[in-house]
């Protein structure tokens, strides 16, 4: 027969009632209180930001009506020959969607050499000096925390118009954030291969080569592609002020109000970004299963 537990004391069942209830109350307090603090703040936040929910309300159908003014008229009649009004411009369109892409392209890949050269140094577990440590950990915030159209507007007056000025923004930006997502995955490796490399006399290259780089691998290339998705997204604005790409065509459109163009721009450079994303998520998910 199965043992029976002796029931508890009343004095101590009701010690024991009282304490929960205790701990129950003040984790409904602190979750109030946690609630309370985060309204305050976002009110705090949208007066200092000037939200005012009533003037959204009221001129919110200023902007569906410049939606609806940039929609082209399509007809199942002449559907065919809409479609080339309205896509009239498709080869000169496609010539600069395809500037954007190799921008985004070079720009991810320049970034991601970089961020993968000064990761190991930005990693506290693994970097050989804590100033240098330091260093670079304040260089990498520099770079990802002025955004990719202020350095293009450096680059524009250093070096003109063109590709190459948005090609160096997206380097740079995509060297600070890179260099510190990589850097957080290597302070998350196991440091007993590290431990054993250095053990057996085997210099910071070699220790970095067979011991960190194939348990970081894989997230390092989960967050390149990731980052190169972004970055696709930042090239088609890097035309406002001259780097290159759709981006000037369609600020073009907007100013002299081409609504047609501006429409077909748009879909153009939502479905590039769409197809990228889809055939990026296959190859992410095909390399990590082949690298792990």
């Keep these: 027969m199965p043992e029976r537990i002796a029931p508890l004391p009343p004095h101590r069942a009701s010690a024991l009632a009282g304490a929960y209830d205790a701990a129950v109350s003040a984790t409904r307090r602190r979750t109030w209180a946690g609630l309370a603090v985060v309204v305050v ?8 930001a000037e939200v005012r929910p009533l003037v959204l309300a009221a001129n919110i159908g200023r902007f569906t009506d410049y939606i609806a003014q940039i929609l082209p008229h399509l007809t199942l009649v002449n559907l065919p020959g ?7 411009g498709w080869p000169k ?3 600069l969607l395809g500037e954007t892409l190799l921008m985004a392209y070079l720009g991810t890949l320049l970034g991601a050499i970089g961020g993968v050269l000064l990761c190991f140094s930005a990693a506290a577990n693994v970097t050989g000096s804590r100033t240098a440590c330091f260093l670079v950990r304040r260089g990498l915030e520099f770079c990802r925390t002025v955004p990719e159209i202020v350095f293009a507007l450096l680059f524009v007056i250093a070096f003109g118009l063109g590709p190459m000025v948005g090609v160096l923004s ?9 260099g510190k997502l990589f850097s957080e995955v290597v302070e998350n490796i196991d440091m007993k291969p590290v431990e054993s ?12 080569r067979f011991a960190v780089l194939p348990q970081v691998l894989s997230n390092f290339v989960s967050y390149g592609l990731l980052r190169f998705e972004i970055n696709v997204r930042g090239a088609g604005v890097m035309g406002f002020v001259g780097a290159g790409g759709i981006g000037q065509e369609l ?3 907007i100013r002299n109000f081409y609504y047609a163009d501006v429409s077909a721009i748009l879909v153009l450079i939502i479905l590039t970004v769409m197809a990228i994303d889809l055939g990026t ?3 992410r998910h095909y390399l990590l299963g082949s690298l792990r």
Excluded: M, S
């Design 41 to 48: 703040l976002a009110g705090l936040a949208a007066h200092a």
């Design 82 to 88: 809409d479609l080339a009004e309205w896509y009239w």
């Design 93 to 95: 369109w496609l010539a």
């Design 170 to 178: 997206l380097a740079i930006h995509t060297t600070g954030a890179l």
């Design 197 to 208: 490399l250095t053990a057996a006399g085997a210099g910071r290259i070699e220790t970095l």
């Design 251 to 253: 600020l073009v459109a």
């Design 281 to 283: 998520e296959r190859l």
